[in-house]
């Protein structure tokens, strides 16, 4: 014949604590302190009775409660700095008060915690996704994306590439103006005018490209210091002077 004895089992000595002060309904503010200290030892006792390994946290706290009984024992209590007696149990209550507190809050959160788990989810994104995206287009999903779908994109998109009709096409227009002509032309109208204003290289011919290879002209003479340019009237308008008499070997 065998026996089995089972003992309740706390996560910590406040919890042992908490559990004989609301099994011998006692006043938590008045801890009969003797009786406390007497229920503890018990306890331990039977877990070491059982083999079994008690945590030092148990036996420290035993020891606090031994303390406490020892300090309500003498004849001298302690004063405060206003003169009033000390309770040895005090700071003992204010810790079990604090832990009353939080597994009051613990044990809300895992009721709530017991619902949440109770109940499903609406529906699984990803395997409706799969449901809504079309079988040609299932290497394009990203949720399923990996090295090898990847692959196989790259090497879709080269055969598409090597087997297209329509190959691109450049065409190369050669412009009827270059930088030197039109530098050339600049000065031959300075040696007729030395005080030109830009406009007047629009009006000659107001084509886009002119103007453009013009001013890029009128840029590398005045970097060769051969004219200067000051502002004129309006926004888009400046003059363009000769500085000196140009020589050929400039040009």
């Known amino acids: ?6 003992l309740p089992l706390f996560e910590g000595p406040f919890d042992l604590m908490l559990f004989f002060i609301e099994r011998d309904e006692l006043d938590i503010y008045d801890i009969p ?9 018990d306890y331990i006792h039977q877990l070491e009775k059982m083999e079994i390994e008690v945590a030092s946290e148990f036996i420290l706290f035993a020891a606090t409660l031994m ?3 020892s300090k309500m024992l003498l004849p001298r209590p302690e004063l405060n700095a206003e003169g009033e007696e000390i309770d040895p149990r005090e700071e003992l209550i204010r810790h079990l008060l604090e832990y009353k507190k939080y597994k009051s809050v613990i044990g809300e959160l895992a009721a709530m915690e017991g619902e949440r788990m109770s109940k499903f989810s609406r529906g699984n994104v990803l395997a409706e996704l799969k449901q809504l995206t079309p079988s040609d287009q299932v290497d394009a999903e990203l949720q399923d994306l990996d090295l090898y779908r990847l692959l196989t994109v790259y090497q879709k998109v080269l055969t598409k590439y090597a087997h297209r009709s329509d190959e691109t096409k450049h065409t190369v227009i050669q412009y009827p103006y270059t930088i030197e002509q039109q ?3 600049v000065l031959d109208r ?3 005018k030395p005080r030109i204003p830009f406009s007047d290289f629009i009006l000659l011919k107001p084509d886009k ?3 453009i290879y013009t001013f890029l002209a009128i840029l590398e003479l005045l970097q060769l210091a051969l004219v200067t340019i000051k502002l004129g009237e309006g926004f888009n308008n400046f003059w363009v002077e000769k500085l000196d008499a140009i020589p050929v070997e400039n040009l």
């Open 183 to 185: 530098k050339t032309l």
């Open 1 to 6: 014949m065998s026996f089995e004895i089972k």
């Open 33 to 41: 302190i003797s009786k406390i200290t007497r229920d503890f030892l």
């Open 190 to 192: 300075l040696n007729e």
């Open 209 to 211: 490209i002119f103007v």
């Open 67 to 69: 303390k406490i009984k």
